[in-house]
């Protein structure tokens, strides 16, 4: 069995680097314009070539998301940063518009394409199309069951990749060609502006009684009405690594570099354990699938990989089992003690994970020191401030966590 690809988001420098640290083979982000997040922390010229240049010499792979709609008066525009883009050095550019992937082809044919999942991709024909305009990998939509894929995967063979989502949030409209955000907020999801209200909380109402609102709910927090649960492919990454997929991606370049760290790593040491057997894999399912849980999430389930989901409509609020705490810098030559940027509060004596390479361990907090003061505290709550603390060996990149004190739902 091929161990396929796992591909992390980068929506920021700390993100790119939490990916890298804890193993992605590849990484996707966007420059200033023309991807579908507009409000994700974004490269320019200069910050996508060192974004570049830092995941080359980690041995990974940067994917360019260029997977917005462009109109006609864009188009020169697109032009440019895509050539931008093959100069830093980008592996390839995510595109949706057929017109804009025919155009890249002719005008950077340098820069490989990746057919987004934005261009709704479900049957071997399309696959085949975007192979003959010079595509090397179709990122197939969300809504493509395992048979499905399985079946596509044997018809096309090694002409092109077929790359799928693993893990994250989901839309409930069809691949995410939503309308709903540009309706209630002006923002659309489709030029990548998308304020999320799917996510919001809704109630009906009566016609004869306006002014009451019955939630559509069992409890007291309403629901979530109209959006999906997050994908969650962990259970079954044993069949889709056999039906031959090339990339397994990882949703979030909104989400933290905490919640990169956290999906990263279980989903690299999830394949890292199905190369050696799938014994191995099953003893771990539960503590990977644990692992997943600590960092923020809403109820999951399999999307349509199993056929079609079973509760469409009731992902309700967030759930974290475990709070990043501070982020390892290095060592501090002086004392000997660990460099720390802290990111929440935590107590000495209080017991801590430590999230590494290697796997996760647990430590227990010392006193730690203010490095702007020098002074010797039990605790500090100023996100931001560097530490110093003995935490044994470590390395920068790894990640301090605890318990949730300010849970969110």
Known sequence: ??????????????????????????VYGGMKHYGLRAYAGTFDGAELREAIRITHEAGARFYVTMNIYPFDDELEGFLAAAREAETAG????????PGAISLLRKEVPGLAVHVSTQANTVNTPAAELYREMGCERVIL?????????????????????LETFVHGASCMAYSGRCLLSAYLTGRSGNRGECAQPCRWQYAVTEEKRPGEYFPVTEDE????LFSARDLCLMPILPALCEAGVSSLKIEGRMKTEYYVAVVTGAYRRALDLLSESREAFDEALPELMTELACASHRDSDTGFMLGKPETPGEAEGFHQEREYTARVLGR??????TRLLLKNRFFAGEELELMTRNGIRKVTASRLIREKT?????????????????????EAGDILRGPVRNHRK
């Open 374 to 394: 020098g002074e010797e505290l039990d605790t500090l709550g100023i996100a931001g401030e560097t530490i110093l603390m003995d935490l044994g060996d470590c």
């Open 332 to 337: 501090d030559e002086g004392t000997g003690r």
């Open 141 to 161: 939509a969300r809504e493509m069951s395992l048979e499905r894929i399985r079946e596509m995967k044997r018809r096309l063979g090694e002409s092109i990749q």
């Open 90 to 97: 980008a592996d390839a550019a995510i595109v949706s518009d």
């Open 1 to 26: 069995m091929r161990k396929p690809e796992l591909l992390c988001p980068a929506g920021s420098r700390e993100s790119l680097e939490a990916a890298l640290h804890f193993g992605a083979d590849a």
């Open 221 to 224: 927090r309403g629901t979530y």
